[in-house]
């Protein structure tokens, strides 16, 4: 069974430090992996899939599959970067369909 | 990028009653929508998924005859919640592919008094 796993449900951190939101997954087969942010009183949005291997906002993930893990990374956190963070997993061949785990709220502090 | 919306943003309803909520796909077509469900302080939970022209498809626990999916158009996809009762108060989210990625609606909180 597909599952996701996101292990803290709160994350504070000061400006200016490094911060890593973690995400380990369950799924048999190839895996597809986006992480979704949800600033505060906005919709979900997509920050990053592995796929694409790329930085958004000074944020990173590597897809680690010894692991089963994407980590969400950034070196120097800002006080802007404080939102609800949700690592998903896609679900068979179909774009959009999604599965979610419960959610890091990130706390950057000034 | 493309742009889902949703309404109603907030409806409340007396138990018995059946409320219908609506996704649409503004500035692109969608032949797939999908429908989600967040409990409070919970992730999301995929419901179905919208196929224009032809059934949803429920995921397993979800009863398709509690929650009834049209997906009559292009553009549009609706959820109606029928005989609401208050264990249905949720957070009803709806998305939408496009190009490479899903675009989600602002959600419609939904609570059944």
């Known amino acids: 069974a597909q599952r996701v796993t996101q292990p803290e449900k709160l994350l504070s951190v000061f400006k200016g430090a490094p911060v890593e939101l973690k995400c380990n997954y369950s799924?048999?087969?190839?895996?597809?992996l986006f992480w979704y942010v949800q600033y505060s009183r906005q919709r979900l949005q997509l920050l990053l899939r592995?796929?694409s291997r790329e930085s958004i906002k000074g944020f990173t993930a590597d897809l680690n599959k010894g692991e089963t893990s994407f980590h969400l990374k950034k070196p120097f956190a800002q006080e802007e970067d404080s939102a609800m963070y949700y690592c998903?997993?896609?679900?068979?061949?179909?774009?959009?369909?999604?599965?979610f785990g419960r959610g890091t709220q990130l706390t950057v502090w000034p | 990028g493309a742009v889902v919306s949703q309404h109603p943003s907030r409806v409340i309803c007396k138990s018995g009653t059946s409320v219908k909520i609506e996704c649409r796909s503004l500035?692109?077509?969608?032949?797939?929508m999908f429908w989600y469900r967040q409990f409070p302080k919970q992730s999301l939970m995929l419901m179905a998924t919208?196929?224009?022209?032809?059934?949803?498809?429920?995921e397993q626990g979800v009863e398709k005859d509690k929650f009834l999916i049209n997906h009559a158009s292009l553009t549009l996809s609706t959820l109606t919640v029928t005989s609401a009762h208050p264990e249905d108060s949720s957070f009803y989210i709806c998305?939408?592919?496009?190009?490479?990625?899903?675009?989600f609606g602002q959600g419609t909180r939904l609570t059944v008094v």
């Open positions: 998305s939408a592919p496009a190009s490479t990625e899903a675009f």
């Open positions: 998903a997993l896609g679900r068979g061949s179909t774009l959009g369909r999604l599965y």
């Open positions: 592995h796929i």
């Open positions: 500035d692109f077509q969608a032949t797939t």
């Open positions: 799924y048999s087969g190839s895996p597809e």
């Open positions: 919208s196929n224009e022209g032809s059934k949803a498809t429920y």
